[in-house]
């Protein structure tokens, strides 16, 4: 399949490109965040029929959720705008969204027969746009994502590392449990929903997929800690780390995973098993840019 992967330049699209260009199954035509930046519906669907492409991959929203960048409703415009133009030329529209938007406040895993229920802005955003793909695109498929890490780009990875290499004392909260994805994991989980959709396969729908072991923010931070301090450029002694005060009710935002593996044969991953080359590999982009 010929693949438009918009947002080519995020966590996940760089990941998502590395992995399918090295397999090789797909034609990728990437399309760095600020060539989507449309100003029309015109110029969202010029893009959208860029090059033939049988399915359009669009990273943009989960990017900015895990980079701490606000939506806004012209970002919303161009789901719907993408969407439309996918259902016009006949073409699947992959549509990456976030736990986000859950409220957490469950006490269980979300499965996709939950309705969304996060009433902040972000909640209410993610789902208008998720609303907008699947009442315009019938060739859909909607995939929420736990928190995105990587080597690369503004995420919980690397925003932790640097304040751990900065020094002094990092506050974090561990009120809020959820199930971290690497980014080539995530990768991992795209590539093969799309090679099943190539192969004449049409589960149009939404799926949710997290890693395999909840965590929170100060665990991560810990797990991360041990692994930095590896490096000569980093030790173990030059942060400190302290709990902010929990919240009056906790939060857990775990997403079930059975759908995606009932249907895909897609297996969880864990992300302490993923953190080590992450980590490593974050040193090796630092160094690269020195």
């Known amino acids: 399949m010929r693949v438009l992967l918009i947002g080519a330049d995020t966590s996940v699209g760089i990941a998502l490109q590395s992995h399918l260009l090295r397999w090789g199954r797909h034609e990728v035509e990437p399309l760095n965040i600020s060539a989507c930046r ?9 893009a959208a029929r860029r090059g033939g492409c049988d399915v359009i991959i669009d990273t943009r929203i989960i990017a ?5 960048e606000l939506l806004h409703d012209i970002d919303i415009k161009r789901c719907h705008w993408l969407a439309k133009a996918c259902q016009r030329s006949g073409i699947h529209y992959f549509y990456l969204s976030s736990s986000r938007v859950f409220s957490g406040t469950r006490g269980r895993p979300y499965t996709e027969l939950d309705p969304p229920d996060n009433q902040e802005t972000i909640g209410q955003l993610l789902l208008e746009a998720e609303s907008l793909v699947r009442d315009t695109c019938e060739a859909h498929l909607i995939l929420r994502l736990g928190p995105i890490f990587s080597a690369r780009g503004v995420n919980v990875l690397t925003h932790m590392l640097g304040q751990l290499i900065a020094g002094g004392t990092l506050t974090l909260d561990n009120g809020l449990t959820g199930c971290p994805v690497e980014s080539m994991d995530a990768a991992r989980v795209v590539a093969a929903v799309i090679d099943q959709v190539s192969a004449g396969a049409e589960p149009w729908g939404s799926y949710n997929y997290c890693s395999s072991d909840p965590t929170h923010c100060y665990e991560f931070a810990e797990v991360l800690l041990a692994s930095a301090s590896q490096f000569s450029e980093f030790g173990p002694t030059a942060v400190q780390l302290e709990v902010r005060a929990e919240p009056e009710a906790p939060l857990n935002r775990q997403l079930d995973c059975s759908s995606i593996r009932n249907t895909f044969a897609i297996k969880q991953v864990a992300w302490r098993g993923t953190i080590a080359d992450a980590v490593k590999h974050y040193f090796e982009v630092q160094a690269d840019q020195e």
Request: proline share 0%.
């Open 38 to 46: 449309w100003k029309s519906e015109r110029q969202a669907k010029k």
């Open 64 to 68: 900015a959720c895990d980079s701490g």
